[in-house]
Nanobody, 121 residues
Framework: QVQLVESGGGLVQPGGSLRLSCAAS????????MGWYRQAPGNQRELVAD???????NYADSVKGRFTISRDNAKNTAYLQMNSLKPEDTAVYYC???????????????WGQGTQVTVSS
């Protein structure tokens, strides 16, 4: 079965940096899109950034210039480098991947369990 595991979350002061990782494992033929979403208590889950298999990226306006998404296709891993962190970045960050398990099946959506990011002094 496909599994997504996030790591790298934690507590950081405003202006600090964190690097999140998302590793996909299991039965995988190809991964189309990998992305990061976040959800704060009482808020809807929102897209932070995503990246296609070809390397095209998309960012929420609130993180442009501060966050960078990347991926290592050989390792089936996506990263989110977060710099100049602000208190409003505090949320649970979730990894999402669109994965094809075989060339005879359709793409399906998978989610990680989430990792907490807290930005506070």
């Amino acid at each position: 079965q496909v599994q997504l595991v996030e790591s790298g979350g934690g507590l950081v002061q405003p202006g600090g940096s964190l690097r999140l990782s998302c590793a996909a494992s299991g039965s995988i033929f190809s991964i189309n899109v990998m992305g990061w979403y976040r959800q704060a208590p009482g808020n809807q889950r929102e897209l932070v950034a995503d990246i296609t298999s070809g390397g095209s990226t998309n960012y929420a306006d609130s993180v442009k210039g501060r966050f960078t998404i990347s991926r290592d296709n050989a390792k089936n891993t996506a990263y989110l480098q977060m710099n100049s962190l602000k208190p409003e970045d505090t949320a649970v960050y979730y990894c999402k991947a669109i994965i094809r398990k075989s060339p005879l099946t359709a793409f399906s959506q998978y989610w990680g369990q989430g990792t907490q990011v807290t930005v506070s002094s």
